[in-house]
């Protein structure tokens, strides 16, 4: 089939149809430049002059051999900008690449409505980077540019102010709104297959191993982990645990997971081993979490979990995760019991969680048995280095080097260090002593919003506490960090640090003013609202919603639904217009008139209803002669615009409405 060309496609553009066009492409590339090779905008800048100057008829259109030569160019920098792997930001920048060369080849409004199309795929690629609601406040703007833009193409007038160009499209937008809505909230969700990957890497966080110096890293990353959101009172700071790894695996450098770890052995909550392997007793938690990508399968529960959203798994060693890798935020619900005791362990889990390097450390091991020896039991030999801790120890970001028995390095010499630095020398001398011991890894405390209640926990809460196997008591918690530095668990980090460690701790924005704190807890609270309701709605979120509007989900109902609220918003919209259209709109012409009759009204002057302008104007003239040059002027030009078509006079006669006085 051949489709003709339709003679209004291939008219030339007009030059405030090419503003319109540089301008939206300004709006809907800015959010982009923030993520593609810098470059880009250079080009962008570039070519848009290069178009400009075509149209002054300064410079001519580019040949073949120079086309070719730009985007050659242009192909060699993304390679050599973002390696040869197909990624999103390679996606992306290649389509803004197309979109701005494009420009170059802009002589009609056929090309005009294609580079507009391509603009829609460029606008809705940017939520996948900017996910927050003003993002999509910013989305809707250039919406309502775009098609305003594509509306201006085809106006017959080119004199318009620019809010008379957007309101239709505003209009138009609105009125989709509601079925927009109600089409987010019934269409069935779609599963991991299509969801779309966050295209950024996970720049920091916790790894899947523990060694001297990890944590101190974190400490300079104020990124966001997790965000809580309690159904129940918010626990203590000192009982905000939030476990995430366990390693009970140590080569005498760091500590990492064992095999049986890795392997699996996970409960659901049905499962009768369970609640054999946990004893729940009191002080139940209900919270919702919101967990950041971290390309991780591991995730953040307060011990010890008691229930939780059915897309997790628990691990034997009491830790939520999920069954793939986080690669875009997720949300889950988890119910807490922070008074529990773990109370079942196998021989060969036992001996596991023994197990040292044959070498290294000699000094620790020898004053691990001589300690025991002298205190008799677990408990006092546990309460005998605390005591250590407390008198000898300092807690530092930035401690001294340790040799290579890091561990008889920091108990016996330094004794400087942080979290993983306490951990680490407690269990090795727990092992050393012949007592079951591991290290436990997650974050501590958070920072609480006092808009919404919620809890923002950071990379720089992180901490690594203990867990020491005590006979008839299971698995029991212990903080040696918390031995040093008491603040670090009842206030937060930046209360436990000296003036000169603090420097190097990284805060949230605007910390230091308490309005700037105050905006930033709005932000963080309305963002969340957001991030619950809008990006979270998943098919679990959405069976819940419909449940409760229908009672029961079935396909029936929720046509019924569709055709009620769908058929409501179509039939009030149908009102709504005919209402309008029952209101004959004015022409411009007409409207201009009547606002030259309403100053004239107020000298006591109205025009007749079989009266012409001008033979108003002239009835007017005749009992005023001092208004005849500004009425004349007017009634001329009145004229030629309305009746000569003449669209540059249009301007003319406003302003002369404008500046007359009676």
Not at 189 to 210: E, H, I, N, Y
């Amino acid at each position: 089939m051949i489709f003709k060309k339709s003679p209004a496609q291939e008219q030339p553009i007009s030059r405030t149809g090419l503003a319109w066009l540089l301008c939206v492409q300004v709006f809907i590339l800015a959010p982009h430049f923030v993520t593609v090779p810098a470059w880009i905008a250079l080009v962008w800048i570039m070519v848009a002059f290069w178009r400009w100057r075509i149209f002054q008829g300064a410079w001519n259109y580019p040949g073949k051999l120079k086309k070719t030569i730009l985007v050659f160019v242009c192909c060699a920098g993304l390679f050599f900008s973002l390696g040869s792997g197909f990624k999103f930001e390679s996606m992306v920048s290649l389509l803004i690449i197309g979109f701005t060369l494009k420009l170059l080849e802009l002589k009609n409004k056929k090309d005009f409505v294609l580079l507009i199309f391509i603009a829609f795929f460029i606008l809705a690629a940017q939520f996948i980077a900017f996910n927050h609601f003003l993002a999509a406040f910013y989305g809707f703007g250039c919406l309502s540019l775009l098609c305003a833009t594509l509306m201006q193409l085809y106006r017959q007038s080119e004199h318009d102010s620019i809010w008379r160009n957007i309101r239709p499209s505003i209009a138009i937008l609105l009125q989709a709104i509601p079925f927009m809505i109600l089409l987010f909230v019934v269409v069935p969700r779609l599963g991991s297959f299509w969801a779309v990957p966050t295209p950024l890497q996970a720049k920091t966080g916790m790894s899947d191993s523990m060694s001297p110096g990890d944590f101190t890293e974190l400490m300079e990353s104020n990124e966001l982990a997790f965000r809580v959101s309690f159904a129940t009172e918010i626990p203590a700071r000192e009982k905000l645990y939030w476990r995430s790894l366990v390693f009970s695996l140590f080569d005498g450098k760091k500590w990492s997971q064992s095999r049986e770890q890795k392997s699996g052995n996970y409960f659901n909550q049905a499962s009768d081993n369970l609640r054999s392997h946990l004893e729940y007793k009191a002080d139940r938690v209900e919270y919702d979490v919101i967990a950041e990508a971290s390309m991780q399968s591991w995730l953040y529960a307060l011990p010890a979990p008691e229930s939780w959203s059915r897309n997790l798994a628990f691990a034997r060693d009491m830790r939520l995760r999920a069954f793939d890798p986080v690669i875009e935020r997720m949300g889950y619900h988890v119910v807490s019991s922070l008074t529990y005791q773990l109370n079942e362990i196998d021989a060969e889990e036992l001996e596991q969680n023994k197990q040292l390097p044959k070498n290294g450390n000699l000094k620790t091991r020898e004053r691990a048995q001589e300690w025991l020896a002298e205190t008799g039991s677990t408990e006092k030999l546990i309460a005998k280095l605390f005591e250590y801790y407390r008198q000898s120890f300092f807690y530092t970001l930035k401690p001294p080097p340790l040799g290579v028995d890091t561990v008889d390095d920091f108990l016996w010499n330094t004794r400087q260090g942080f979290c993983e630095h306490f951990s680490s020398s407690f269990v090795f001398f727990m092992r050393a002593a012949g007592v079951p011991a591991r290290v436990v890894v997650g974050y501590q405390g958070g920072d609480i919003n006092s808009v919404d209640n919620s809890l923002a926990v950071r990379q720089r809460d992180a901490h690594a506490w203990a867990e020491v196997w005590l006979d008839g008591r299971g698995w029991v918690m212990f903080d040696p960090t918390a031995a040093v530095a008491p603040e670090r668990v009842q206030k937060g980090i930046e209360q436990s640090l000296s003036a000169t460690d603090q420097q190097f701790l990284a805060k949230p924005f605007g910390s230091s003013f308490k309005l700037l704190s105050l905006v930033r807890e709005q932000w963080d609270a309305v963002n969340l609202t957001w991030i619950q309701w809008v990006m979270n709605y998943d098919s679990s979120s959405q069976a819940s919603l419909l449940e409760k509007l229908l009672g029961d989900v079935s396909p029936m109902r929720i046509a019924v639904l569709m055709v009620l609220t769908g058929g409501g918003f179509g039939v009030l919209l149908f009102v709504l217009l005919i209402f309008r259209s029952s209101k004959q709109e004015l022409p411009e012409t007409a409207r201009v008139y009547l606002q030259l009759c309403k100053k004239l009204k107020g000298a006591g002057f109205a025009p007749q209803s079989t009266e012409t302008p001008r033979a108003f104007i002239d009835r007017v003239i005749l009992s005023k002669p001092n208004w005849a040059i500004p009425l004349q002027g007017f009634i001329e030009l009145y004229e030629q615009w309305a009746y000569a078509e003449d669209l540059e006079a249009e301007a003319k006669v406003k302003a002369a409405v404008r500046k007359f006085r009676i």
